[in-house]
């Protein structure tokens, strides 16, 4: 059994009591010390009681500082209430807790950690945190989410992401009496590109599309590729007058021509559109506004050809 011993010196001990008694071990007590994360020793109320090198280094004081504060005054105001959840839960259950939460640190900046506290008992009991900076597995997993919603090629949100966005924009259209409109667009000409010029610049060509649409666009509006040479963008809080604007500056964008790494190319753009009226229930309108806009797109198409 493991025990740890806080003196009144603020020095750390740690004794393990099958081996003798109160012997110290060394190398627990190095282990504390030396240990490639942040480690320390608190009272089940949040008291700092140790802590060692990491810990200071990641919290962004010296340790010794550390000593006699509450680990609520180095943890991000939004992640508090659940920090003191967390002694709770420990107080009542004891046993052990593994959460995320947000360093603060005094210069200002913010570290993601995981912290694992245990409890354990002995006169009086107290807790072991041990915190782990998770700055990379973060910062990958929003690289992941990132990658998981967007069109590799252009940047833009892909199908999953513009079906997401487009039930926010129903959910808000409901809930605050506001209408929405979908465009959808289709390049004329697309496939002509890749078979004279090659891929290589049919990429480039949906590149620069797709450039067009982000400058012309609201920061409220999503513009997002669906595949192939098809694009969609969805607009909360838009009248379909304003939608068919939208779609005149767009078309207005496309002259007829393009130019794309010293290849200058022919392609158009066909876009229809769908609304649904301010206040109405989300349910069948995501299918629906969709296969409206689809519609439209496909006549405005034939009507050109």
């Not at 090629?153 to 924009?169: I, K, M, V, W």
């Amino acid at each position: 059994m493991i025990s740890v011993s806080v003196g009144e010196d603020w020095r750390c001990t740690v004794f393990d009591v099958e081996a003798g008694g109160s012997r110290p071990r060394a190398d627990l007590d190095s282990a504390f010390t030396h240990s490639p994360m942040g480690v320390a020793l608190g009272t089940p109320s949040g008291e700092l009681l140790a802590a060692n090198a990491v810990l200071g280094e990641l919290v962004g004081v010296p340790a010794e500082q550390l000593r006699g504060a509450t680990v609520f005054a180095y943890t991000h105001p939004e992640d508090v209430p659940g920090a003191r959840a967390v002694c709770r839960e420990l107080r009542e259950r004891r046993g052990r807790v593994r959460y995320e939460c947000r360093v603060q640190r005094p210069d200002g900046g913010v570290v993601p950690v995981q912290v694992t506290t245990s409890w354990v008992d002995g006169d009086p009991p107290h807790l072991v945190l041990v915190v782990e900076d998770v700055t990379e597995r973060k910062e990958l997993e929003e690289r992941l989410l990132h990658l998981s919603a967007h069109d590799p090629l252009t940047g833009l949100p892909n199908r999953l992401l513009f079906h997401d966005r487009l039930r926010h924009a129903l959910e808000r259209g409901h809930r605050e009496h506001t209408p929405t409109c979908v465009l959808v667009l289709d390049l004329d000409g697309f496939k002509a590109v890749n078979d004279e010029h090659g891929h290589h610049t049919g990429d480039a060509v949906l590149v620069a599309v797709a450039d067009r649409l982000s400058g012309v666009l609201r920061a409220s509006d999503t513009a997002a590729r669906l595949g192939g040479d098809e694009f969609a963008v969805v607009c909360e809080n838009t009248e379909r007058a304003d939608a068919e604007h939208l779609a005149a500056r767009l078309r207005e964008g496309m002259p007829g021509t393009l130019t794309v790494g010293g290849t200058t190319v022919r392609v158009g753009l066909s876009i229809g559109i769908g609304s649904v009226d301010a206040g109405t229930e989300p349910g069948q309108a995501e299918e629906a506004v969709v296969r409206q806009a689809d519609a439209a797109m496909y006549a405005d198409k034939a009507s050109r050809r």
